[in-house]
T-cell receptor, first 112, second 115 residues
Framework: ELKVEQNPLFLSMQEGKNYTIYCNYS?????LYWYRQDPGKSLESLFV???NGAVKQEGRLMASLDTKARLSTLHITAAVHDLSATYFC????????????WGAGTKLIIKP | EAGVAQSPRYKIIEKRQSVAFWCNPI?????LYWYQQILGQGPKLLIQ????????DSQLPKDRFSAERLKGVDSTLKIQPAKLEDSAVYLC?????????????FGDGTRLSIL
């Protein structure tokens, strides 16, 4: 059974700092997704990572995937207050239904 | 393109009452998902449709939950009777081509409170 673990679950940091959120998963998978959720809002797709070594960047966020280590990272560079949100990773189950198993989320608070 | 539409946004009912949620996916998206998201947790899949057929409903509590997607477009999710533990946000998502390489697109959700 595929399990997805994120850490940390909660992170409070100052603007301008760098930090990394980790997403570990328990069995082989070929697709990993990162989403952002603002309080009371829906889930917004950030990145789709499809292969080992994949790296994608958007603004101050960069995501990478290491399928051999079953690990994805979401790196935040020079954080700004607007990036405060909960970040989820989701891993494809690998079956023909293309379902996702979700991490518990990392609540990120960036203080001005 | 228009996003996934859900209604209502909020619903408060007493336990043992019934409630229904509606979802209209992105036009042309064949796959539709209903998720339950409890506060502080990631979404949990309840049911997945491909067009108007059920692909997976293994995590749907069928004694109280039901869902349908008539004509392969709109979908409704019903709870009858509701229990306190059903308090959650119910999210609808859709994707094209059975989600291959594409992210799922989510609606704003329905926040359900059971009293």
């Amino acid at each position: 059974e595929l399990k997805v673990e994120q850490n940390p679950l909660f992170l409070s940091m100052q603007e301008g700092k760098n930090y990394t959120i980790y997403c570990n998963y328990s069995t082989t998978s070929d697709r990993l997704y990162w989403y952002r959720q603002d309080p009371g809002k829906s889930l917004e797709s950030l990145f789709v990572l499809l292969s080992n070594g994949a790296v994608k960047q958007e603004g101050r966020l960069m995501a990478s995937l290491d399928t051999k280590a079953r690990l994805s990272t979401l790196h935040i560079t020079a954080a700004v207050h607007d990036l405060s949100a909960t970040y989820f990773c989701a891993v494809n189950t690998g079956d023909s239904n293309y379902q996702l198993i979700w991490g518990a989320g990392t609540k990120l608070i960036i203080k001005p | 393109e228009a996003g996934v539409a859900q209604s209502p946004r909020y619903k408060i009912i007493e336990k043992r009452q019934s409630v229904a949620f509606w979802c209209n996916p992105i036009s042309g998206h064949a796959t539709l998902y209903w998720y339950q998201q409890i506060l502080g947790q990631g979404p949990k899949l309840l049911i997945q449709f491909q067009n108007n057929g059920v692909v997976d409903d293994s995590q749907l509590p069928k004694d109280r939950f039901s869902a349908e997607r008539l004509k392969g477009v709109d979908s409704t999710l019903k709870i009858q009777p509701a229990k306190l533990e059903d308090s959650a946000v119910y999210l609808c998502a859709s994707s094209s081509l059975r989600g291959v390489n594409q992210p799922q697109h989510f609606g704003d959700g329905t926040r359900l409170s059971i009293l």
